[in-house]
């Protein structure tokens, strides 16, 4: 893979899920060198003079009224990243701990820290060694930065504390993984333990990944919800694209266009079109209005897309060394931005696995499935079908309604009341990966489900995008029949679902999806 170029300027969200989950490795630019270097000479000048400067010459948050003495400042480094390296609860996913390194070290590269070049080239090494520091899930109000998780990576990088090096390695000793891989431990010097974790960079790598992942579950939403029609013989008509230009929000639009391309031309729905129009007139709620949720969905997805544009545009420090060489104390490193758009993500998930939930749950019912078996079963009775699987969605679907509760509407005080109002952005990032877990997994399930329903229309052949997607999962999970052990068969599709297998199905038959 290409390296990723770590500049001046920002970088891309494409950029944060190369490196983060695909490792691709890092190399900082000859400007961003040069930059930090000229910034840190204003660091050292006012490292000299006698007046006190926060961040430089004195404590820090409630104890900054402390000036403390040039013999001293390389114990005050060490002290505030060990002390702050206070991080408790399950470690923290490897992909997680890689994007907010490598936001990190995208800020030390705009000069606006004062950190000295090797500083920058010591975090660069350690990413793309493999390395990542142990980071906990509990020690970030997202306020003052992200600070117990990236005080964690600035220990490892002081030759402190504990890493794992590779995707499978063992937790071992920091100063094992830099001396394995030639690495100097890092010796801070004045501003240097605050500019290392004083960043909203862990949320804001949880939004990046968020937000790829998120794009192309809004593609699979359009395409379950085409299987949905499909198999339940329901009606295209409602995703006319003239029905949607007269509420003209741009997802809706979008979402309404992969229904029709997916499920066009089905002789399932050509043979059931006239009896739909006799008997049923119109689907419920969770099949017709899937356009005005799935497309809320991606304008939403959008919303969050620009915020994280801004973010990663940001030099977010305190103190920051201006353009003019002024070291101003400011409030950028507050993660409310970032909080915010977290938790409306956390919503707009819920509400997609909720719905997608309830059209599962009508191919079970023989009073709504439109004369299929009881559950999908093969002998209702003798068989369950596909009755559990329901529970599953309805149990993720309950998690993902709880975890829509947003983090971002608390706030705990903290450091003697200097920092008395925080964005809890962290607890909002945490919480919509599992939001982002569990989408994946009610999605795949609908998924499951209306192809099992579609088989069961059989001799009548589905449309060639819907008809794509059922080719897929036959490859690695049988037709309907009798019972079997369903757990490994959901996971199956779990897989085609994360990996992009699905759309990708789709994609080869019809064309792209918007």
């Given amino acids: 893979m290409n390296a990723v170029s770590v500049g001046v300027g920002p970088l891309s969200i494409d950029d944060v899920v190369n490196v983060a989950r695909f490792d691709a490795p890092v190399e900082l630019t000859d400007e961003a060198l040069a930059t930090i270097a000229d910034t840190r000479h204003r660091i050292e000048e006012l490292a000299n003079d006698p007046t006190p400067v926060y961040g430089i010459s004195t404590g820090f948050g409630a104890l900054a009224r402390r000036h403390i003495p040039k013999d001293l400042r390389a114990q005050l480094q060490r002290s505030l990243v060990r002390s702050h390296a206070a991080g408790s609860g399950p470690e923290v996913e490897r992909e997680v701990v890689r994007a907010l390194m490598l936001l990190r070290l995208s800020t030390l590269a705009t000069g606006r820290t004062g950190v000295r070049p090797v500083v920058a080239s010591t975090y ?27 005080a964690h990576c600035a220990l490892a990088l002081m030759g402190e504390g504990f890493v794992r090096v590779g995707a499978d390695g063992p937790v071992i000793p920091a100063a094992d993984a830099l001396a394995d891989h030639g690495i100097e431990p890092l010796v801070l010097e004045e501003k240097e333990g605050l500019a290392l974790i004083n960043g909203t960079d862990g949320m804001l790598g949880m939004l990046c990944l968020a937000i790829h992942d998120l794009t192309r579950l809004a593609q699979v939403a359009d395409i379950s919800t085409a299987m ?5 013989c329901g009606s295209l008509g409602v995703f006319d694209d003239d029905l949607q230009q007269l509420r003209p929000h741009p997802g809706q639009a979008v979402s309404a266009a992969n229904v029709r391309l997916v499920a066009g031309n089905s002789e399932i729905l050509a043979k059931s079109r006239e009896d739909f129009s006799r008997s049923h007139v119109q689907d419920a709620y969770s099949v017709r209005c899937s356009p005005q949720v799935t497309g809320a969905f991606r304008d939403t997805i959008d919303h969050a897309r620009r915020v994280a544009d801004w973010e990663l545009a940001a030099a977010v420090d305190n103190p920051v060394v201006a353009l003019d060489g002024r070291v101003a104390s400011n409030g950028n490193f507050h993660g409310a931005p970032v909080a915010y758009v977290l938790d409306f993500l956390a919503i707009v998930a819920a509400d997609v696995a909720s719905m997608s939930e309830r059209r599962t749950d009508r191919f079970l019912d023989v009073a709504r499935n439109r004369g299929l078996n009881a559950f999908l079963a093969d002998d209702p009775g003798v068989d369950s079908g596909h009755m559990i699987a329901q529970y599953t969605q309805a149990a993720i679907v309950s998690e993902l309604k709880r975890n829509a509760t947003p983090a971002s509407a608390d706030s705990i005080p903290s450091s003697a009341m200097q920092e008395d109002h925080v964005s809890m952005g962290w607890s909002a990032g945490r919480k919509l990966r ?17 192809a099992r329903a579609i088989d069961m229309r059989a001799p009548l052949t589905p449309a060639v995008g819907t008809g794509a997607v059922v080719a897929c999962l036959r490859e690695v999970i049988e037709g309907p029949g009798t019972d079997r052990f369903l757990s490994p068969e959901i996971e199956k599709a779990v897989e085609l679902v994360a990996s992009g297998a699905v759309v990708d199905a789709v994609r080869a038959a019809v064309g792209e999806l918007g």
């Avoid at 060694?129 to 992200?146: F, K, R």
């Avoid at 949905?228 to 339940?232: A, N």
């Avoid at 599992?434 to 209306?450: N, P, Q």
């Fill in 124 to 150: 660069a090494a350690v990413l793309n060694a493999g390395i990542t520091p142990v980071v906990h899930e509990y020690g970030s109000l997202g306020c003052s930065g992200d600070l117990a998780p990236l």
């Fill in 228 to 232: 949905t029609v499909e198999g339940l």
């Fill in 434 to 450: 599992r939001s982002v877990d569990g989408l994946i997994r009610v999605l795949a399930i609908e998924v499951l489900t209306a």
